[in-house]
Nanobody
Framework: QVQLVESGGGLVQAGGSLRLSCAKS????????MGWFRQAPGKEREFVAG????????LYADSVKGRFTISRDNAKNTVYLQMNSLKPEDTAVYYC???????????????????WGQGTQVTVSS
């Protein structure tokens, strides 16, 4: 079992920055892929960014490329999502997710991740 605890959500103005954290605990897997998803009211949950735990390879949604950066700190067992140049359309509940894999290849499918955090609200005002 992998447990994920998120923090860092909040209210920011458009153009501002916010950093989300996802602390991982529980069972340790040899290879783990972690990602961030978000869901706005009335919309489907969508992939934001993902990272391979071991190698640090990343994948980003087109909507956040150049603005968001995903990273991990192995010593702290934590994955971060640095969000810059935030827009009102970034407003959503953000979820941290993880999945045991046999390679570091990052996939964007929601149903391909078995472990999820509780979600944290990010609100960007205009």
């Amino acid at each position: 079992q992998v447990q994920l605890v998120e923090s860092g959500g909040g209210l920011v103005q458009a153009g501002g920055s916010l950093r989300l954290s996802c602390a991982k605990s529980g069972r340790t897997f040899s290879i783990l892929v972690m990602g961030w998803f978000r869901q706005a009211p009335g919309k489907e949950r969508e992939f934001v960014a993902g990272i391979g735990w071991s190698a640090g390879n990343t994948l980003y949604a087109d909507s956040v490329k150049g603005r968001f950066t995903i990273s991990r700190d192995n010593a702290k067992n934590t994955v971060y999502l640095q969000m810059n140049s935030l827009k009102p359309e970034d407003t959503a509940v953000y979820y941290c997710a993880a999945d045991r894999r046999y390679s570091d290849y990052v996939t964007p499918g929601e149903h391909e991740y078995d472990y999820w955090g509780q979600g944290t609200q990010v609100t960007v005002s205009s």
